[in-house]
């Protein structure tokens, strides 16, 4: 006589639990919770990564540590985060976004004007994510594995539309001419380089070289340097150096 076939029973049905991963059951509560907290909580996982991926890089960087500094349990980190991979993407993104999001609000200023706050912005979006920032120069330099994708989605998009706008600058006559590609890797030296140095301004300059003033005093140089070097003659005048503040 056959045995009576075996009734399986899913412990989870009824109390709202679905699969995320072939390891990890996560509640679906967690998606229903409050837009707010969704986003503080993915912003205390990106804050924590980007802390411990600059202090021991990708490959000594573990999701243990990066939950353990975010305050969260493994599930909940892989809830946002399938895989470290998709973490640090993110917090490459993250980088990517701030300075996109830059480049958005002064585009449709003159091209003086915008070409001046964009650098002002940049200067200071890098004083407030120096972590974050040398992840991302990191990965440009040495041509990472992340790279390809990251340039792919995000990087050749912000060029692009950037690169459009300093041609038609140049076919007015405000910028002169000139492959816009020089344009966009000046822009990046002078702004960038600066806190790629950090380290070695500490040890051999006798000011803090992220104080306020300091940042302010630094935006300005940027601008003055990249504008006298780009902007056609006359057109200059067109973005009047204004105070930093403090």
Request: hydrophobic share 45%; proline share 6%.
């Amino acid at each position: 006589m056959a045995a009576p076939a075996r009734k399986i029973v899913d412990s989870t049905s009824g109390l709202g639990v679905r699969r995320r991963t072939g390891w990890y059951i996560v509640p679906s509560t967690v998606e229903a919770a409050s837009p707010l907290t969704a986003r503080d909580t993915r912003r205390r996982i990106l804050d924590a990564a980007e802390e411990v991926f600059a202090a021991r890089g990708f490959r000594g960087a573990t999701t243990r540590e990066i939950g353990a500094r975010a305050r969260v349990g493994k599930r909940m980190l892989f809830y946002y985060f399938p895989t470290k991979a998709g973490v640090y993407r993110a917090v490459l993104t993250r980088a990517i976004t701030g300075l996109a999001e830059i480049h958005e609000r002064f585009r449709d200023e003159p091209g003086p004007v915008g070409l001046a706050d964009a650098i002002e912005g940049i200067t200071r979006f890098a004083a407030a994510n120096l972590r974050s920032l040398k992840l991302l120069m990191r990965e440009i330099m040495d041509g990472g594995p992340h790279l390809k994708r990251v340039a792919r989605r995000h990087l050749r998009p912000l060029f692009t539309t950037a690169i459009e706008e300093i041609r038609r600058n140049m076919a007015q006559g405000v910028f002169r001419p000139g492959d816009p590609m020089h344009v966009l890797v000046n822009v990046g030296g002078v702004t960038l380089f600066y806190f790629l140095s950090m380290s070695l301004l500490e040890l051999i300059w006798d000011r803090d070289p992220l104080a306020p003033a300091v940042i302010a005093e630094r935006a300005a140089v940027a601008r003055d340097c990249l504008l006298y070097g780009l902007v056609a003659d006359g057109a200059a005048s067109a973005a009047r150096p204004r105070r930093a503040a403090p």
